[in-house]
């Protein structure tokens, strides 16, 4: 087969270095691509990244299976656009999409299904919005609609905050995806990431996850696209998933399914659970990042033939070339095999991001890393002499593998200090609520 890969961070890298080994794919694209994805797959020379151009060149190419990355070409309709034109595609359609690209959207389907997330109020003008304000207690979450590439939620502690920021919000903050504002009750709790494959009946989940979205140690500071990752977690035990499944993946797709929205790519459901319970707190309509690093690294499935049964809606000779018969629906398929222990990975980031960093730096002592660990890249490029420099906020994500968290965490680490930029900035506690959980019961023994 070949596979094209949409899509330019660590978490394509990632995918795309999945993809690379599996047992169906001959040639692998990728576009735009970055530096380490570079190593792994072709970039093609297209003329800009716009749903035109890159439907053009999948029909030139002959692509069998194209693999969506980021949100913001899903919720354009690239896979109405790719599909219209009888081209697999992995990756949710413009009106799936609305689950994430609306925020007002998503809660209002949550409440008509009856999932559980926190209470809310969707509001468009100042003055209705004080109303509630000034009825609610603090802390209170305050999310601009539409997509704000991950900055439109804020945690507002007083009255005073909630104001200021919702007037700012309604007045352009974040363009147009601030023009409705949903006002939402505060959840105490641990976070965590479920993805799930779905062809909108049948679910194949991966392991639980859980993201580092604060900037500094000790989860303080900004919140940003997120500074690591580990899978699997411990209190994403069984018995949790089965709560998810039934109270949040079911009626979320039997609602779906009313409104005659079809879903086929990946659901990823951000949790809060609260004393044992799980609330919605989002849903994304793709891989997260940087969870999919160490989610790829831990796979042992070939995940080719589960992105190609999801994508569904067949007019590739892929099927017919390959040597070995492919699925054509994920509900026969196996559940997904992982290996033990816990992967983790480590985003090294430019010093300053999320807000202005500089780009241009040289990074060195990418080759010394450990055999087993992986460095996905996400804001590189290379120079006419073969440097890798710093290409964005978030630049690497280091990640490796232990039998235990601390094995994990004493790997990782180890690699991330091999690596050098000028004003490089990371966490130094990834994964720490799980090496927390299990001192404790290290203790409890
Ligand atoms: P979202 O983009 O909706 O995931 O929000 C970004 C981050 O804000 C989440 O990952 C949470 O850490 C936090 N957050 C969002 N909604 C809530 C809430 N209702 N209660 C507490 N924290 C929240
Ligand atoms: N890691 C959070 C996200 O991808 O939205």
């Known amino acids: 087969m070949k596979v094209f890969v949409i899509g330019k961070g660590g978490r394509e890298h990632a995918l795309a270095w999945k993809i690379a080994q599996s047992f169906y794919v001959d040639e692998l694209f990728c576009f735009p691509g970055n530096a380490g994805i570079a190593e792994i797959a072709k970039i093609p020379e297209i003329a800009d990244d716009s749903v035109e151009s890159l439907l053009d060149f999948a029909i030139r190419e002959s692509i069998d299976l194209t693999v969506v990355g980021p949100e913001d070409y899903l919720a354009k309709g690239i896979v109405d656009a790719f599909e219209a034109k009888g081209l697999r595609i992995f990756g949710v359609n413009r009106k799936a999409a609305q689950l994430e690209s609306s925020k007002a959207f998503a809660k209002e389907v949550m409440k008509t299904a009856g999932i559980p997330t926190a209470a809310y109020s969707t509001v468009t003008d100042f003055e209705s919005g004080n109303a509630v304000l000034k009825a609610s207690k603090y802390p209170l979450v305050l999310k601009a609609d539409g997509l704000a590439a991950g900055k439109g939620v804020i945690i507002c502690s007083t009255y005073e905050e909630a104001q200021n920021e919702l007037s700012q919000m309604l007045g352009g903050k974040f363009k147009s995806a601030g023009t409705k504002v949903v006002i939402e009750e505060f959840l105490k709790g641990e976070e965590l990431s479920l993805l799930l494959l779905t062809d909108g009946t049948n679910v194949k989940p991966l392991l639980f996850s859980q993201d580092h979205k604060a900037l500094n140690d000790g989860d303080t500071g900004l919140n940003t696209g997120g500074m690591g990752a580990y899978t699997p977690v411990a209190s994403g035990t069984s018995e949790l998933y089965e709560k998810v499944d039934k109270t949040v993946t079911q009626p979320l797709l039997t609602e779906l399914k009313k409104r005659g929205i079809e879903y086929r790519g990946i659901l990823y459901i951000g949790l809060m659970v609260v004393k044992n319970e799980p609330y919605v707190l989002e849903y994304n309509v793709r891989f997260g990042d940087p969870e999919t690093e160490p989610l790829m690294y831990m796979l042992i499935s070939d995940i080719v033939p589960y992105f190609y049964a999801v994508a569904g809606k067949d007019s590739s000779a892929a099927a017919d070339n390959a040597t070995m018969p492919l699925f054509t629906s994920i509900e026969a398929m196996p559940e997904l095999v992982w290996r033990s222990g816990y992967g983790m990975c480590v985003v090294m980031a430019s010093g300053g991001y999320p807000e202005a ?13 450990d055999k087993n660990c992986v460095v996905f890249h996400a804001g590189t490029k290379s120079d006419e002499s073969g440097n890798i420099l710093t290409d964005g906020g978030r630049v690497l994500m280091v990640t490796s593998h232990g039998k235990t968290i601390e094995e994990a ?14 004003k490089m900035y990371f966490r130094h506690d990834i994964a720490h609520r799980e090496a927390e959980r299990k001192q404790n019961a290290d203790k409890n023994r």
């Open 409 to 422: 965490i004493e790997n990782t680490y180890r690699n991330v200090g091999k690596i050098k930029f000028e």
């Open 357 to 369: 960093y500089e780009k241009g730096k040289v990074i060195s002592g990418l080759d010394d890393v």
